[in-house]
C-alpha cells in the first residue's frame, strides 16, 4: 500500500533554514502537501505542491518535488522559534481524495 | 461556524463502554473524512463520506467502528465496547469534494482516553 516516510526530528538554531525531507510511494498521487501541529492544535496546512510542479514558493517556505524520486522537501528560511512544531508530510490518495499522512518530523528551534 | 467543529474535545471513558464523537463539517462541503491519531503517529484515515454515504470505510479497523451521516452534513463516528487501544486523538476534516479540490480542512479533534 502507500506509505509517506519521514525523518522523525529535526534541530536548527533561529535564524538557519530548516529542510524536512519526506517520500512517498503512490506515483499517481495529484497532491503532495505539508500540515504544521503544534501541541494541543489541530492540523494547519502550511503549503502543497501539484504532482506536476517541481518548486513552489510561498513566502518563507519553498517546497521541492523530485517526481522521479519521490521525494518532496520542505524548507523554512530564517526560522524562527514560533516555527517549533510537528511537520507532517501527506499525498493524496488518488481514488478517494483521503490524505495519507507521515509520522511527522518535529522540528526543535533553538534561540 | 466559520470551521469544523468537533465535539466533546475531550472524552475519558471505562473499557467496554459506547462513545459516540461528533463533527460539524463546514457548511457546504460535501465530502467529509475521518482520521484517528495515535501518540507519536501521523493521521490515519478511517473512512470518507461524499454526501450522505460512506464512499470509502476500508481504514476502519473492525467492526467496532462505525460512522453515520444521515442528513450530509453532522457525522457521528461510534465505537463500541472501547478498548485501551482506541485512545487517540480523532480528527475530522471536510472539503467541497473529494477529489478535485486541494484543501481540506481539519477540526481540533476529540482526544479519546480509554481507561
Known amino acids: 500500500g502507500e506509505d509517506v516516510e519521514q525523518s522523525l526530528f529535526l534541530s536548527v538554531r533561529e535564524g538557519d533554514s530548516s529542510v524536512i525531507n519526506c517520500t512517498y510511494t503512490d506515483s499517481s498521487s495529484t497532491y503532495l502537501y505539508w500540515y504544521k501541529q503544534e501541541p494541543g492544535a489541530g492540523l494547519q496546512l502550511l503549503t502543497y505542491i501539484f504532482s506536476n510542479m517541481d518548486m513552489k514558493q510561498d513566502q518563507r517556505l519553498t517546497v521541492l518535488l523530485n517526481k522521479k524520486d519521490k521525494h518532496l522537501s520542505l524548507r523554512i528560511a530564517d526560522t524562527q522559534t514560533g516555527d517549533s512544531a510537528i511537520y507532517f508530510c501527506?499525498?493524496?490518495?488518488?481514488?478517494?481524495?483521503?490524505?495519507?499522512f507521515g509520522k511527522g518530523t518535529k522540528l526543535s528551534v533553538k534561540p | 461556524g466559520a470551521g469544523v467543529s468537533q465535539t466533546p474535545s475531550n472524552k475519558v471513558t471505562e473499557k467496554g463502554k459506547y462513545v459516540e464523537l461528533r463533527c460539524d463539517p463546514i457548511?457546504?462541503?460535501?465530502?467529509l473524512y475521518w482520521y484517528r491519531q495515535s501518540l507519536g503517529q501521523g493521521p490515519e484515515f478511517l473512512i470518507y463520506f461524499q454526501g450522505t454515504g460512506a464512499a470509502d470505510d476500508s481504514g476502519l479497523p473492525n467492526d467496532r467502528f462505525f460512522a453515520v451521516r444521515p442528513e450530509g452534513s453532522v457525522s457521528t463516528l461510534k465505537i463500541q465496547r472501547t478498548e485501551r487501544g482506541d485512545s487517540a486523538v480523532y480528527l475530522c476534516?471536510?472539503?467541497?469534494?473529494?477529489?478535485?479540490?486541494?484543501?481540506?480542512?481539519f477540526g481540533q479533534g476529540t482526544r479519546l482516553t480509554v481507561v
Open positions: 476534516a471536510s472539503s467541497f469534494s473529494g477529489v478535485e479540490v486541494t484543501e481540506a480542512f
Open positions: 457548511s457546504g462541503h460535501t465530502a
Open positions: 501527506a499525498e493524496k490518495e488518488g481514488s478517494q481524495g483521503n490524505l495519507i
